[in-house]
């Protein structure tokens, strides 16, 4: 019946990928310029933070608004505000980074827009930012939304702290309006080994099979 149908597809193709908060972005981290100074928006424990420092020899400072993952970032990173990069005003030299980075941020923010329209401030005539976002339109959740469900879960695109939700139009309709021009976008899933043809089926159709975006622009 429909129930077993959707069983199997569950299994098959999964919402939720193997990312955990003590995880951090291959995909992104591969785009950013070694020695370049970098402003990580939602670095969460820092792994991120703490990689660009490590082997690429970054200058990172990062906000994060959770305090026991301040406590862990903070160790991994060279500056570290704890705050809700909503409300805050950030001590930072305005164009004194190369790239601000929004690694699966923009999705949890009452107004994503105000906080890209805000970065512009601190990015160098020549800097980008590098965004993760997710895709609403993954294949799983348009099957749940067939079959009259909308489950929220741990994390993936449904992730129960989201407040946003992207499709490719409306994400890139959102980078453009705050004044930005994409110069690359791509589908990207980082899933289990086990779930290896969504890697390629993510990029080659995008809408459809990537769990996230990754998109970078620079200012226009």
């Given at each position: 019946?429909?129930?077993?149908?959707?069983?199997?597809?569950?299994?098959?193709?999964?919402?939720?990928?193997?990312?955990?908060?003590?995880?951090?972005?291959?995909?992104?981290?591969?785009?950013?310029?070694?020695?370049s100074r970098v402003l990580d928006i939602g670095a969460a424990t820092g792994r991120l933070a703490g990689?660009?420092?490590?082997?690429?020899?970054?200058?990172?400072?990062?906000?994060?608004?959770?305090?026991?993952?301040?406590?862990?970032?903070?160790?991994?990173?060279?500056?570290?505000?704890?705050?809700?990069?909503?409300?805050?005003?950030?001590?930072?030299?305005?164009?004194?980074?190369?790239?601000?980075?929004?690694?699966?941020?923009?999705?949890?923010l009452r107004d994503p827009a105000k906080v890209l329209r805000k970065s512009r401030e601190y990015l160098?005539?020549?800097?980008?930012?590098?965004?993760?976002?997710?895709?609403?339109?993954?294949?799983?959740?348009?099957?749940?939304?067939?079959?009259?469900?909308?489950?929220?879960?741990?994390?993936?695109?449904?992730?129960?702290?989201?407040?946003?939700?992207?499709?490719?139009?409306?994400?890139?309709e959102l980078i453009e309006d705050c004044g930005y021009r994409i110069v690359h976008l791509e589908g990207?899933?980082?899933?289990?080994?086990?779930?290896?043809?969504?890697?390629?089926?993510?990029?080659?159709?995008?809408?459809?099979?990537?769990?996230?975006?990754?998109?970078?622009?620079?200012?226009?």
């Open positions: 019946g429909i129930s077993g149908f959707w069983k199997g597809m569950r299994e098959r193709i999964p919402i939720q990928t193997n990312i955990r908060y003590d995880d951090f972005n291959q995909r992104i981290f591969s785009m950013v310029k070694p020695e990689n660009l420092k490590a082997r690429k020899k970054c200058y990172v400072a990062a906000v994060e608004i959770d305090n026991d993952m301040s406590r862990q970032a903070k160790a991994r990173c060279d500056e570290l505000v704890c705050g809700d990069i909503e409300s805050i005003e950030l001590p930072f030299a305005k164009k004194s980074f190369d790239t601000v980075i929004f690694a699966d941020v923009l999705e949890h160098k005539d020549d800097g980008n930012v590098l965004i993760s976002i997710p895709n609403i339109g993954f294949i799983s959740v348009r099957l749940q939304l067939l079959l009259g469900k909308f489950d929220y879960s741990e994390y993936g695109p449904l992730d129960k702290t989201h407040l946003r939700f992207f499709t490719l139009k409306t994400a890139k990207y899933n980082q899933v289990k080994a086990r779930y290896f043809l969504l890697r390629a089926l993510g990029k080659i159709f995008k809408t459809l099979f990537a769990t996230d975006f990754i998109i970078k622009a620079v200012i226009k």
